[in-house]
C-alpha cells in the first residue's frame, strides 16, 4: 500500500471501526443498565445494524451524485454529531430516542464504509494503472487493498472490545461515546478530501442510479445468484452468534469467563484468516470464498461436539479464520464482475446484504436454542452453512475463472463474462 490515499483510507476505516466497538459497547451496557430488559437491547442491536440496511443504497446513491466535494467526510461528520447527542442523552435517558439516533447512525456508517470499500478499490486500480499494470494486475491490487482493509477490521475485532469494555468500566458509557465521536472526527478528516463523486451518468437522479445497479444485478445472473447464496449462507453464519451463550454459560457451564475466552479465540482467528487472505493473493477467490464459509461450517460442527472449553477455543479459532477469510472474499468478488462506475452502488448492496441477515439469524439462533438444545442448534447452522458452501464454489468456479483472466480491461466486459459462465437461475 504505497500510495498515501490508500494509506489514508486503511487509517480512517480501522479508527473507525476502533470508535464503533466503544459506541456499541457503551450503548448496549447503558441501555440494559437502564431497561434491564434483553429485549431491548435486542432492538438496540437490531436498530443500529439491520433496520439502516434498507437506506443504504440510496445514500451512497446520492453522495454519489451530489456535486459537493466533502459528502463522504459529511458523513462521518454526521455519525460525530449524532453519537454526541447519543452521549448526552444517556444523561436524560429516553429508550425511543436513543433508538431513533442510533438507527440514524447505523445508516450512516453502512453508507460510510460502503463508499470507503468503493474508493480504496479504486485508488488501487487507478495506481496501478498509472503505472502501466495489466488488468490482472489490478484486480490483483483490488484484493491487496481489500485484505488492508480486513486486518484493519479484524485487529479491532479483538482489541476493541477489551479496551471498550475498559472505558466503560472506569469512566461510564458517555465517556467512551465521546470517544467513538474522537474517532468519526478523526475519520472525517482523514478523508476530506476524497470524492467519491462518479462522473458517469452525470446528473442522473438518485433513483435512476439506483435502477443502474438493479439492472446490472438482474443483467449478471451469476452475481445475481451469487449474492442470493451469500445471503443464505449469512443468515447461518449469524445464527451461531446467539447460541454461544448459552452453550458456553450453560453446556460448558464455562462462565463468563469462558465466554469471553471463546470470542477472544474467535477474534484472533478473524486475524489470522485477515492475514492469510492478505497472502493467498494468488488463489482464486471462489476457493477462498468457500474454504471460508466451510471452516465456519466446521466451527460450528465442532462446537456442537466439543466437550470442554479446550476443544470449544479450537474450533471458535477455526471459525475466526473463516470470518477472516470469507467476507474480504466476498467483496473481491462483487468488485471484480461490476463496472467502475457502479463500484459505490454495489459495495451499498453488498454491505446491506451483511446487515440484513443479523435480523433473520439472531431469532433464529434463539428460537433453535428454545425448541432444541446449543448443542443441535450448533449442529443444524453448521450444516446449513456447510451445504451453502457447495453452493458458492458451484455459483463462483466457472464464473471467476473467466472473470479472472479477462484482458480486454473492460469491467463491464468482465460481468458479462461472469453472467456467460453459469446458465440463468
Not at 504505497?2 to 451496557?29: E, H, Q
Not at 425511543?96 to 480504496?120: H, K, M
Not at 493467498?280 to 461450517?297: Q, Y
Amino acid at each position: 500500500m504505497s500510495s498515501p490515499r490508500l494509506r489514508k483510507i486503511i487509517v480512517a476505516y480501522t479508527v473507525n471501526r476502533m470508535g464503533t466497538w466503544f459506541g456499541l459497547l457503551a450503548l448496549v451496557i447503558a441501555v440494559y443498565d437502564h431497561t434491564h430488559n434483553a429485549l431491548a437491547v435486542a432492538a438496540l442491536l437490531f436498530v443500529g445494524q439491520a433496520l439502516p440496511a434498507f437506506a443504504v443504497p440510496a445514500i451512497v446513491a446520492r453522495v454519489e451524485a451530489s456535486r459537493g466535494h466533502s459528502e463522504l467526510a459529511a458523513l462521518y461528520a454526521f455519525e460525530a454529531v449524532v453519537t454526541a447527542g447519543l452521549a448526552v442523552l444517556l444523561w436524560h435517558f429516553s429508550l425511543p430516542a436513543v433508538l431513533v439516533l442510533v438507527t440514524l447512525d447505523g445508516a450512516a456508517a453502512l453508507a460510510a464504509s460502503a463508499l470507503l470499500r468503493a474508493e480504496v478499490a479504486r485508488a488501487a486500480r487507478e495506481e496501478m494503472a498509472a503505472s502501466g499494470a495489466s488488468e490482472d494486475s489490478r484486480h490483483e491490487a483490488e484484493r491487496k487493498a481489500n485484505a488492508a482493509l480486513n486486518i484493519g477490521f479484524s485487529t479491532t475485532f479483538v482489541v476493541g472490545p477489551a479496551l471498550g469494555g475498559v472505558v466503560v468500566a472506569a469512566a461510564g458509557a458517555s465517556t467512551a461515546l465521546f470517544i467513538d465521536v474522537g474517532s468519526f472526527v478523526t475519520c472525517a478528516a482523514l478523508v476530506l478530501d476524497l470524492h467519491p463523486q462518479v462522473e458517469t451518468a452525470s446528473g442522473d437522479s438518485v433513483r435512476e442510479r439506483l435502477r443502474s445497479a438493479w439492472r446490472h444485478i438482474s443483467d449478471t445472473p451469476s452475481l445475481r445468484a451469487l449474492l442470493l447464496a451469500e445471503a443464505i449462507a449469512y443468515i447461518f453464519i449469524e445464527t451461531g452468534a446467539p447460541i454461544e451463550v448459552p452453550f458456553v454459560k450453560v453446556t460448558l457451564n464455562a462462565g463468563d469467563r469462558g465466554l469471553g475466552l471463546i470470542l477472544a479465540m474467535w477474534g484472533v482467528g478473524a486475524v489470522l484468516g485477515s492475514i492469510g487472505f492478505a497472502r493467498l493473493i494468488k488463489r482464486p477467490l471462489g476457493e477462498m470464498l468457500g474454504a471460508g464459509t466451510l471452516a465456519i461450517a466446521v466451527a460450528y460442527l465442532g462446537l456442537a461436539a466439543a466437550r470442554s472449553l479446550e476443544l470449544a477455543c479450537v474450533a471458535a479459532l477455526v471459525g475466526g479464520i473463516g470470518n477472516g477469510l470469507q467476507w474480504p472474499s466476498m467483496i473481491s468478488i462483487v468488485q471484480m464482475v461490476t463496472p467502475e462506475h457502479l463500484q459505490g452502488r454495489m459495495m451499498g448492496a453488498v454491505e446491506s446484504l451483511g446487515a440484513l441477515p443479523i435480523a433473520i439469524g439472531l431469532p433464529l439462533g434463539g428460537l433453535l436454542v428454545a425448541v432444541s438444545s446449543p448443542r443441535t442448534a450448533f449442529a443444524i447452522v453448521g450444516a446449513g452453512a456447510g451445504v451453502m458452501t457447495v453452493v458458492l464454489l458451484r455459483l463462483t468456479r466457472r464464473s471467476l475463472g473467466r472473470a479472472a483472466h479477462s484482458d480486454d480491461g473492460e469491467s463491464h466486459a468482465v460481468a458479462k463474462a461472469g453472467a456467460d459462465a453459469l446458465p440463468e437461475s
